[in-house]
């Protein structure tokens, strides 16, 4: 009697447990990267995911109560992924735009950026200086979208296009492209430390990045409230002192909480 009450309570002590780990699961919030997009979100020397974004979504989910699972998906195929449910939230510099806001929905914006030429020392040294010449993207990115517009206006000889800087990096090294058009906050930081690559050119497009959401997603609206509270109690300027060595600017997106796009 006493050996079935002892392997009960155990089979009972398992039961609990799974039920406690399914429901930690339940409380993940499932967030897919486009991981080597520093310093948004990219794997340091130990492997560990690490960026301002990634700061910014733990925090976030703190508020919420909640733990966070990162996926890495190329940058293109997130909306699908956000869209079909596979994530709860989409980050990786996310441009807001009006064309994205009629199939998903996002929560205020928190950065401003411009878009880039990025090309190796002694290339091209301005975007007038491209004719003729190879131009790399990442696929389906802001930049993608304005190296197209663009193209004819520059005479792009061809727009090759990348799943992440990494690879857009080591053929624009090895002269395989003449030039990267992509965020400037993220070609900055990436070339601060090399010598054989550096920002060309602003081009100035006014952008916002923030994070995505499957379209009227009662998630967004939670989120967008949390944002506001880590603008107001100093977070979100906190985070960007400790990526961009600095606090923001007065009136920028990352200081100033913001109406919810869309609404």
């Known amino acids: 009697m006493l050996r079935r009450t002892l392997l009960s309570s155990t089979l009972a002590a398992s039961a609990l447990m799974a039920l406690a780990g399914a429901s930690a699961a339940q409380d993940a919030l499932t967030v897919g990267a486009n991981v080597g997009n520093v310093p948004w979100e990219f794997q340091d020397e130990s492997g560990e995911i690490v960026g301002f974004e990634v700061d910014l979504v733990k925090a976030v989910a703190e508020k919420l109560g909640r733990e966070v699972e990162i996926v890495n998906i190329p940058f293109n195929g997130l909306f699908s992924a956000v869209q079909s449910g596979r994530i709860d939230i989409a980050t990786s510099s996310i441009t807001i735009t009006a064309e994205r806001l009629e199939s998903v929905s996002f929560a205020q914006p928190y950065y401003d950026s411009d878009q880039s030429l990025t090309v190796a020392s002694g290339g091209p040294a301005s975007l007038d200086e491209m004719d003729g010449k190879v131009v790399g993207v990442d696929t389906g990115s802001t930049g993608d979208m304005w190296a197209t517009e663009h193209s004819d206006e520059y005479g792009f000889s061809e727009i090759r296009r990348y799943e992440g800087l ?98």
């Open 166 to 263: 990494n690879p857009a990096m080591l053929d624009l090294a090895a002269g395989r492209i003449d030039g990267y058009i992509s965020d400037i906050p993220a070609l900055l930081y990436y070339s601060k430390d090399k010598p054989n690559i550096e920002v060309a050119q602003r081009i100035e497009t006014g952008e916002q990045y923030s994070m995505m959401f499957a379209k009227d997603s009662e998630l967004a609206s939670e989120v967008n409230d949390v944002i506001t509270e880590l603008k107001e109690d100093g977070t979100v300027a906190e985070l960007h002192q400790k990526w961009f060595g600095g606090m923001p600017d007065e009136g920028t997106s990352t200081a100033t909480v913001l109406e919810m796009p869309g609404n």
